[in-house]
Structure formats: C-alpha cells, structure tokens
C-alpha cells in the first residue's frame, strides 16, 4: 500500500502555524535567543529556542490547558492544526484512525514543579494529575482522545530520534493494513532549569553566548547544541483512502530505516555505521535509482561528534552521490527540539520537495574538512529535489530515516 502526507501541522522556535513556519525556514530566520522563562545567571548556558508565540486556549478549553503539561499542550496544538489541513475528521473509520506521537522527555515541567511541591508542602499537595500530565505517552492518548482516534496509539521513545521513529512506524502501520489514517510525530518542552543543567552537564549543550553563533551545525567552531522545543504533527494516510476522498496529498512516504549503533549511552558511533544503515534502508526501500535529486534534512545538531559522524554516515549510504545531495541542518534556525526534532524536520523537508527549495544551514562561517558535504551554507537554494531524506540519532545509538518522495499519482 501507498502511504501519503495530507496534512501537517507545527509548534516551533521560528513559527507555530504552518504559513510562519514555512516563510521563516526558507527565510533563514533564527529562532534561538537568551532565555527568558528563568533565571540564568548561575548557568553557563543562557541560550536556547523557546516558543514564544503559541497560545494554547487556541486548540483546547482553558480548563484543559492546566490539566496538560506544556509539551502535550504543543502536541494537541500541532495535531489540530494537521488534523484540520488534512480534512480528515468525520472521513475515516474510528477503528482504523490511529495515532503514533512520541517525546524523549515527557512533562518535565510536571515532574520538577510537583517535585518542589512534595518538598515544601507534603506528598498530600501533590497534584492528583501529576501522573497523567507527566507521562511520555499522554500526548498521544490526548490526541487520540481529542480526534476520536480509536485504532492503534503508540508512542515510541527513542530520545532524539522519537518524532522519525513515530513517523517510520505510523508508515508501516499504514503499509501493512493495520490502519487507514495515522496522526503523527512528536512533542517536547524540557528548557527547564534541571535540563539544562543537566544536559551542561553531560557536555552536550554548546555555552556560546552568542545566538547566532550557538547552533552552527557542520562548522568547525561548533561547541555543542542549542535546546529548542515544540512539536509537528503530520497525518498520514493509505493513498487509496486519501484520493477517494479528495484529499490534497503533500508528499509520499517511501521508505524507513530503523537502527542502533550498540555503541555508546551518548556518543554516536565513531564511523557512523548505524546511522548509515539507517538511511541506507531507507533508500533501498524507497527503490532509490541513485539518479534522483535528493535533499538530506540531517540531525546536524552542532556537536563536534555528530555532524563529522553523520556525514560519515551519508557518504555510507549514498557513496559518491553523497556529495550530489543537499544537505542542510534546519537546528541552526530551531536548535535541538529533541523528541520533537524528526517530525518538525520531516515537515521542513516535505516543504523542500513541494516549493522546489532548499532551507538553509544559518551561520556557517569555518568549513570543517570533516563535513564536507554540500551544507547549503546561509541562504536558501532553488534545487527542485525529487526525494528528501529527514535523519534522527538519539542517545543510546537510536537512529531512524524516513524517505519522502515528491508526489506524482
């Protein structure tokens, strides 16, 4: 079976509807600026890319919204607005509506406000709904909940990779028969004083104190990632189901590649084997000619490590023809939106193959001779790719490819 893009919807650093998102990411506008949810003047990181411009009594009840941690918050604000582009509601079978929404993190702004709750007040003052507002998997219950979505709900959680891990899934859920229609991607909100402080710690988050010069993917200056937040929703559905009822199909899913590098807790393989097994599987099922213009949407997220490993990674799977491909790392616009990252990235590179444009890698200043691929480095570029590739590494060596292909009946 076919499987087809007929709706998407985002919460992101650089724009929460999909008009906004879309201008900014072909426009190179940076989302990433001092933070201002909190006090960090005792913290040596002071940049992030937070969402300022999401209102969530938009997509829910205000009643709701405090019952709802901030990331399920973005996941239903993201999955309304795919829902409602897709005009998918009231048009498929309940039964075989499903949903597959994943975050690396959860409600870590739960987790942290009722922990300081249960040391000043007592375990009786905390709330009856820190549980279910807390859990990795409430988002997709939500959505499930919200759309009346009664066939599989599923949430994967493989860290960084989560959002192309609940995308390559849904895929195959539609693939194989078990569902008509999946809503999909991922959600997170973790720039909270512990993360932060936590992932400082571990050496993953760059302490520039410059925004435009923090998240500099494939530069060699580039010290570490940004965290950013928010969430993208794609609805997915079986080609037949989407042209019966006349629905506008964005793009097709084609391919998926599902690996682990067995290496490391954090670190990615050195020689960016797993990763590139991943993409490779993707483009093998994707029945790649290698003649095709592809565009890379890469992880890219600005450490050392990554960026000279994935790019080890694609020349592992594509070879020579590495080098034909346009790459880009959309983080140096939205940083690291974690468990949200690969559903966001999905959508910026269905956005590539339905404008013909490539968005760019922003604040490329130093090329590193280890990342010597075609970054596209600052501005936009007109390259009209047929197949896109959207990769996710995660800790603990997950790595996930989706292929997309531009559409044509």
């Known amino acids: 079976m076919r499987v087809v893009i007929t709706g998407m919807g985002i919460v992101s650093p650089i724009g929460s509807k999909m008009d906004i998102f879309r201008e900014n990411l072909l426009g190179g506008v940076c989302g990433i600026d001092y933070i ?3 006090d960090v003047s005792e913290s040596k990181v002071r940049v992030a890319a937070e969402v300022r411009d999401f209102t969530a009594t938009d997509y829910m009840a205000k009643i709701e919204v405090n019952k709802n941690d901030r990331f399920t918050q973005f996941a239903i604000g993201a999955a309304a607005q795919a829902v409602e582009d897709s005009g998918i509601s009231g048009k498929v079978d309940p039964f075989r509506f499903g949903v597959y929404f994943g975050s690396g993190i959860g409600g870590f702004n739960t987790f942290t406000s009722e922990y300081d709750v249960l040391q000043k007040r007592g375990p009786q003052r905390v709330s009856p709904h820190f549980v279910p507002k807390m859990i990795s998997n409430i988002a997709a219950g939500q959505i499930a ?18 959002g192309t891990t609940c995308i390559g899934e849904a895929f195959r859920a539609i693939r194989y028969g078990y569902a008509d229609a999946v809503i999909t991607g991922g959600a997170e909100a973790s720039i909270e004083p512990l993360a932060i402080a936590g992932f400082t710690n571990c050496m993953a988050l760059t302490q520039s104190d410059d925004p435009n010069r923090a998240s500099i993917p494939f530069d060699k200056n580039r010290s570490g990632f940004v965290m950013g937040e928010g969430a993208g ?18 793009g097709e ?14 670190a990615p ?18 029945g790649y000619t290698g003649n095709e213009r592809i565009y890379i949407n890469a992880h890219g997220t600005s450490t050392p490590m990554n960026d000279s490993t994935e790019t080890k990674a694609i020349k592992y799977a594509l070879g020579d023809a590495a080098y034909r491909a346009k790459v880009s790392s959309t983080k140096s616009m939205t940083g690291h939106m974690l ?3 690969g559903a966001a990235e999905a959508i910026a590179s269905v956005i ?16 590193d001779p280890d990342c010597d691929l075609d970054i596209t480095p600052n501005e936009a570029l007109t390259f009209d790719p047929e197949l896109a590739l959207s990769i996710s590494l995660g800790f603990g060596g ?10 044509a009946e």
Do not use: M, W
């Open 36 to 38: 201002s949810r909190f």
């Open 145 to 162: 909940i919200k759309f009346g979505a009664k066939g599989p709900c599923i949430s994967a959680a493989t860290a960084c990779a989560t």
């Open 233 to 250: 929703a794609l609805v997915l559905e079986e080609y037949e189901h989407a042209k019966a009822r006349g629905a506008k199909i964005y």
């Open 253 to 266: 899913v084609v391919g998926y590649g599902s690996t682990c590098d067995a290496h490391h807790i954090t």
């Open 269 to 286: 393989d050195p020689e960016g084997e797993g990763g590139g097994r991943a993409v490779k599987l993707a483009l093998d099922e994707a």
């Open 339 to 341: 468990g949200a990252a």
């Open 352 to 367: 590539a193959l339905e404008t013909g444009v490539i968005p760019p890698t922003i604040h490329y200043q130093n090329p």
């Open 398 to 407: 997950h790595n996930a490819c989706v292929a997309i292909r531009k559409f």
